[in-house]
């Protein structure tokens, strides 16, 4: 049974860091695609950072770039979400996702996605 489990989030002043965590059970990490999407209040789910199966190709919603950077650790079963110079429109729940049979590249739909965790809160304060 794969489970996702999201840590990290928090309450953090405009151009804070924070740091999401996303670890896995069940099947390693390392043949996954995994995804970070956020989704805030009265808005629809959003991308904001994926990655590929080997951390070699990742892509990064326009909002975030420069300022987010997500990564993986395969032997921890673990993919990170750096985020700094948080802004207030960054507050969202983050959720992580990921998929065992899309891997080579990073997606970028929640469609392909078959498993997801429970979100973790981040709020940015002005």
């Known amino acids: 049974q794969v489970q996702l489990v999201e840590s990290g989030g928090g309450l953090v002043q405009a151009g804070g860091s924070l740091r999401l965590s996303c670890t896995a059970s069940g099947p390693t990490f390392s043949r996954a695609a995994v995804g970070w999407f956020r989704q805030a209040p009265g808005k629809e789910r959003e991308v904001v950072a994926a990655i590929n199966w080997s951390g070699g190709k990742i892509y990064y919603a326009g909002s975030v770039k420069g300022r987010f950077t997500i990564s993986r650790d395969n032997a921890k079963n673990t993919v990170y979400l750096q985020m700094n110079r948080l802004k207030p429109e960054d507050t969202a729940v983050y959720y992580c996702?990921?998929?065992?049979?899309?891997?080579?590249?990073?997606?970028?739909?929640?469609?392909?996605?078959?498993?997801w965790g429970q979100g973790t809160q981040v709020t940015v304060s002005s």
């Open positions: 996702a990921a998929d065992w049979t899309r891997y080579i590249n990073p997606l970028v739909d929640m469609g392909e996605y078959d498993y």
